[in-house]
């Protein structure tokens, strides 16, 4: 009569044989949903009391006009930027004591490939 094929089998055998046209039409569920597209998801850190949608339409929306957020996968939490807080700036040591150190090796390697060679 026909072979049925689950929704999960139908989709690996889509995945694995399918082509992507970025000029297709949007894909949707039986809902009318847009499936998401992994490949192309991406993350956004929003400040914790900024509105997500207010977010989206002022610094996404303007440069990928059909991104949508997914709420089943939106986290909350904090960053703690401990570099910012913590890090101490040591500034490089001068160029001449760097040359003179790699001078100093230059002249150990040479020894050793001489005791290696006689």
Not at 57 to 62: D, H, I, K
Not at 70 to 84: A, S, Y
Request: charged share 35%; net charge negative.
């Amino acid at each position: 009569t026909g072979l049925k094929l689950s929704a999960s089998e139908t989709k690996m055998i889509i995945n694995a044989l399918g082509e992507r046209d970025p000029n297709a039409k949007v894909c949707t569920d039986k809902k009318r949903n847009p499936e998401p597209d992994s490949e192309l998801r991406d993350t956004e850190t929003v400040a914790l009391d900024e509105d997500i949608d207010a977010y989206m339409e002022r610094e996404v929306l303007l440069h990928v006009p059909d991104a949508w957020v997914d709420h089943d996968k939106t986290k909350v939490g904090f960053e703690i930027p401990l570099t910012r807080e913590f890090y101490v700036y040591e500034p490089p040591r001068p160029l001449e004591d760097i040359e003179e150190d790699i001078a100093a090796l230059e002249q150990e390697i040479l020894s050793l490939l001489k005791d290696v060679t006689t």
